[in-house]
C-alpha cells in the first residue's frame, strides 16, 4: 500500500500533508511480455534504453533472471515502459502497444518481427516515484505520523516512495524477519 495512502487509512484520512500529495505523484508501469521464438536474446538481464524514439525505456529477459518454466527454444522479453494517467500508452489499445514495442525491438537490432509467438501486457497502476520537489518533507511527515503505530511497517517502492529494484526490496524484507524474529 502506497504510504500517503496507509497513512491516511491509519489517520481516519488525516495525513496532515494536503490532499493532493503532489509529492508522493507515482508513474504508471505497463509490461509488454513477448514469448520469442529463439533460445536467448540479450546477453544480460536488462537494458535501458533512453531513445525517445522507442515505446520503452528498459527490456529485460525473464530466462536470465530465472530460467525455470522456460522451454529451452523459447524466451520471454519483457518491455517496460512508465507512463501518467492520460498517455497514450496507458489510454490506448493495447494490440497497438504491443505493436509499437515490437516494432521498436526490430528497430535497434534485437528480433525479427516473425520470431513473436506470443504477447501479454500488463498495466501496473502507481508503480514508480517521481521524486517531486517536496518529498522528502512529506515522506518525513508521513513517517512521523507511522511511528505513531508501533505494530506497523512500511516497506518496499510504494511503502518507502523511493525507486526500488527488486534485490533491495528482498534485502530490506530479510532484515525486517530476522529483526522480528529475534524479537
Not at 58 to 69: D, T
Not at 84 to 97: M, Y
Not at 126 to 147: C, H, M, N, W
Request: charged fraction near 20%; include cysteine; aromatic fraction near 8%.
Amino acid at each position: 500500500i502506497p504510504l500517503n495512502k496507509l497513512v491516511n487509512l491509519l489517520n481516519n484520512g488525516q495525513s496532515g500533508i494536503g490532499s493532493s500529495n503532489e509529492s508522493l505523484a507515482m508513474r504508471h508501469c505497463i509490461i509488454v511480455y513477448l514469448l520469442i521464438n529463439r533460445r536467448q536474446v540479450l546477453d544480460t538481464q536488462w537494458a535501458f534504453c533512453p531513445d525517445a524514439n522507442l515505446p520503452f525505456s528498459r527490456i529485460f529477459e525473464q530466462k536470465l533472471l530465472a530460467a525455470n518454466g522456460f522451454p529451452e527454444s523459447q524466451t520471454v522479453l519483457c518491455c517496460d515502459l512508465t507512463c501518467g494517467d492520460n498517455d497514450s500508452c496507458w489510454q490506448g489499445d493495447e494490440a497497438d502497444l504491443v505493436k509499437r514495442c515490437i516494432l521498436g525491438l526490430v528497430h535497434i537490432g534485437l528480433i525479427k518481427e516473425e520470431e513473436v509467438v506470443n504477447q501479454s501486457v500488463v498495466k501496473i497502476p502507481r508503480f514508480y516515484p517521481t521524486g517531486e520537489i517536496g518529498v522528502a518533507q512529506d515522506k518525513d511527515k508521513l513517517f512521523e505520523q507511522l511511528s505513531a503505530f508501533e505494530n506497523v511497517v512500511s516497506i518496499g517502492r510504494l511503502g518507502l516512495i523511493e525507486y526500488l529494484n527488486v534485490d533491495h526490496c528482498l534485502d530490506i524484507a530479510m532484515f525486517l524477519a530476522e529483526r522480528f524474529a529475534s524479537g
